[in-house]
């Protein structure tokens, strides 16, 4: 059962959050979306799966899904789980650089069921006090329950930022400058061919593009072409979302038709663009955590 549902957007990039009261025994089996899932406890218990990780969810609790990473869940008794849902390379260009970075690095392969954390005394209550006022507030002007609404979120997640740090020291999300580079550049130029880019890459940073390559794998866990690929599809997401023809939103990419774009949109995210946009941008219904 979903008690509120909101989402506020950013240009083309959309965050979504939706708070879930399930009163008793509840099952969500292995599913995986097309966007990155944070979920916080907020009341009850339930377990958490992906792949060989499972844990036991309490109050507090912070798992984060990265785009089509499979999952399921399943409560005992009562459980109440506040979701976050958003493409990280397609809205952490709009974040603060150290959010950016770190959301980056959480959604990589090399951070795959790795990303859990426990909110405890005021972080937990200040995560608390965020839902409430992101909830509660009902300003006169939509402009301004978006900004609201859109700080409220961004200081959640630093909380979640600051306490999964905090929590686990052994993990480094410093990147490599040269890399904070390279996304950078991606952002910035995200209507060029893949190969333009790369040569732009490599020109502005004087590295071969094997060794941009060996730089972005070591620290993001795929190679600089499909960097580059999810970014350019994450991003189209917002643009199919605002009724761009699916035509201009592969030309806008640098993508060389929409045959081109569709296939590699169908392999990323399992379903086709007109299908994503009639999933998100015409449905009224939940979204499982």
């Known amino acids: 059962m979903i008690t509120n549902k909101e989402v506020f957007k950013n240009g083309w990039n959309s965050l979504y959050t939706e708070s879930f009261h399930y009163p008793a025994a509840y099952e969500i089996s292995e599913h995986s979306h097309e966007f990155m899932e944070i979920g916080v406890t907020l009341d009850g218990t339930a377990r958490h799966t992906s792949g060989s990780s499972s844990r036991l969810l309490s109050p507090g609790s912070v798992y984060l899904i990265a785009p089509m990473q499979s999952h399921s869940l399943q409560a005992s008794s009562r459980w109440h789980v506040q979701n976050i849902y958003l493409l990280p390379k397609a809205l952490a260009r709009h974040f603060p650089p150290d959010l950016k970075q770190f959301l980056t690095l959480a959604g990589s392969p090399l951070m795959e069921n790795k990303m859990f954390c426990q909110l405890t ?14 909830s509660g507030y009902s300003p006169t002007a939509s402009s301004s329950m978006d900004a609201f609404q859109y700080h409220c979120m961004i200081a959640l997640l630093y ?5 999964f740090k905090s929590a686990n020291p052994s993990i480094s999300f410093q ?23 790369t040569s732009l890459i490599s020109s502005g940073l004087s590295l071969h593009p094997q060794s941009l390559n060996r730089l972005i794998k070591r620290d993001l866990g795929i190679s600089l072409n499909q960097f580059i690929l999810e970014s350019k599809l994450e991003n189209s997401c917002g643009m199919l979302l605002e009724g761009v ?25 399992g379903i086709t663009p007109s299908e994503y946009r009639k999933k998100y941008r015409l449905s009224t219904d939940s979204i499982h955590p």
């Open 121 to 134: 005394g005021q972080n937990l209550k200040a995560a608390g006090s965020l839902l409430e006022s992101y």
């Open 175 to 197: 990147a490599d400058d040269r890399v904070l580079t390279i996304v950078r550049l991606i952002e910035r130029h995200l209507s060029l061919p893949s190969s333009e880019l």
């Open 159 to 163: 909380i979640i930022c600051d306490t």
């Open 245 to 269: 023809p699916i035509t201009n939103v592969a030309m806008a990419l640098g993508f060389y038709d929409h045959s081109h774009y569709n296939k590699y949109f169908l392999k990323y995210f």
